[in-house]
């Protein structure tokens, strides 16, 4: 169980290391989203010597990229901080081992086949794309495997996620660990907010 949970630890490392980068591609994506808007307002004002580039799909599409990468890489770190979406009015009503038991059993029986089920099927998916050099349909478009790959590589990390957060519910259960992720009464940044203050008082 020792080398399980070091397992476990490595995987949710990495996770967290990728959730936390690619959160910075928000900005780029507003960016981006700003300049394209900007520029497509002005439209034919700006004078036709200015060195910029101009509004275009591959900008549109460069937004919906960005924002997808996100979406993908960040989900791994959004399940193992438990932020994900939860029937909470229906789930505070069981006990916290019963809890568990019901996420032990989810992440076995429903979380990693899906998972590894849309990993087999994503990777002929992605590499056709890759070998055929895919260009999107529309005027000025972008290639398109790198947003395939980001769902491949974004379900591989969910994966290996629901493969760590199995072993860390099987060791809470037997009571080898603490609970990793503690519930939150409120939002977790409110919360440590909260905490400082009253620190502060002490």
Known sequence: MAGLLGLSRLID???QFIGKQVSWLILVAVLVSAYNA???FLGN???AYLPIPRASNSLLELQWYLYGTVFMLASAYTLQRNEHIR???????F?????????LFCHVFFLLPFVSLIVWLSWPWFRRSFLSGEISANA????????KFMVLAGFVLLTAQAISEIVKRYAVLRG???????QHEIHP??????????KRDD
């Open 13 to 15: 490392a990495v996770n």
């Open 38 to 40: 900007i520029i497509r």
């Open 45 to 47: 004002g700006l004078p």
């Open 87 to 93: 029937i909470d009015i229906i789930s505070s009503l």
């Open 95 to 103: 006990s916290k081992r019963t809890r568990d038991w019901i996420d």
């Open 140 to 147: 000025s478009g972008l290639i398109i495997w790198p947003a």
């Open 176 to 182: 080898l660990i603490d609970e990793p992720t503690p």
């Open 189 to 198: 940044a409110a919360e440590a907010a909260i905490e400082m203050e009253e």
